[in-house]
């Protein structure tokens, strides 16, 4: 079954200091995904990935980075964290054709005090 | 940027009765559109897609798809409690999965 395992599940944040949200997938997925949910706004998409080494932007990259080391594992870097960044954070991960699933891990809550 | 709405926002139906709902996207393009289910506290579960124009039927679960008019509906036959959830419709398209803002679903029994 297909599996995406984000860490840390909970975290509490600084205003001002460096968070990475780090998700791993065994899948073997050349696709992988950065969400946030707040409520009224459904999943928006952060940052997305092709593959090892690739990143590119989504609908809402400010004030994120993202990193792709290897086909496993997709980090989401938040430099100096802001209140405004306090939401759920999903990480999810798909085959490269369009017509198949795209499979998502279990949220991380982050809330930036 | 692709766009994708979905209405209503919340919805209340019996249980036993059908569930129905809507959502509409920009870009016809788009190589698939999926509905995905979410609980309380959990991910998004893929539920059904559709590729092209038509219908298709899972079990209790029918969408239909209109390309020419960019709409996509859901539709819940015999809806039970346990379908109580928050639906969300999403566009696969070029590299992305663009989502709705969801539909909330009770079901009372």
């Known amino acids: 079954e297909a599996a995406v395992t984000q860490s840390p599940r909970n975290k509490v944040a600084v205003t001002g200091g460096k968070v990475t949200l780090s998700c791993n997938q065994t899948?073997?997925?050349?696709?992988m995904y950065w969400y946030r949910q707040d409520t009224g706004h459904g999943l928006r998409l952060i940052h997305y990935?092709?593959?090892?080494?690739?990143?590119e932007k989504g609908d809402i990259p400010d004030g994120y980075k993202a990193s792709r080391p290897s086909q496993e594992n997709f980090s989401l870097i938040l430099e100096l964290a802001t209140p405004s960044q306090t939401s759920v954070y999903f990480c999810?991960?798909?085959?490269?054709?369009?017509?198949?699933?795209?499979?998502f891990g279990k949220g991380t809550r982050l809330t930036v005090v | 940027q692709e766009k994708v709405q979905q209405s209503p926002e919340s919805l209340i139906v019996p249980e036993g009765a059908m569930s129905s709902l809507n959502c509409t996207f920009s870009?016809?393009?788009?190589?698939s559109i999926w509905w995905y289910q979410q609980h309380p506290g959990k991910g998004p579960e893929a539920l059904i897609?559709?590729?092209?124009?038509g219908n298709k039927k899972e079990g209790r679960l029918t969408v239909y798809l209109n390309r020419a008019s960019l709409h996509v509906s859901l539709h819940i036959r015999d809806s039970q409690p346990s379908d109580s959830a928050v639906y969300l419709c999403?566009?696969?398209?070029?590299?992305?999965?663009?989502f709705g803002q969801g539909t909330k679903l009770s079901i009372k029994p």
């Open positions: 999810a991960s798909g085959d490269a054709r369009g017509n198949t699933e795209v499979f």
């Open positions: 899948n073997n997925h050349n696709n």
């Open positions: 990935s092709y593959g090892a080494g690739s990143t």
């Open positions: 870009n016809s393009a788009s190589q």
């Open positions: 897609s559709i590729f092209s124009n």
């Open positions: 999403a566009v696969r398209g070029q590299g992305k999965l663009i």
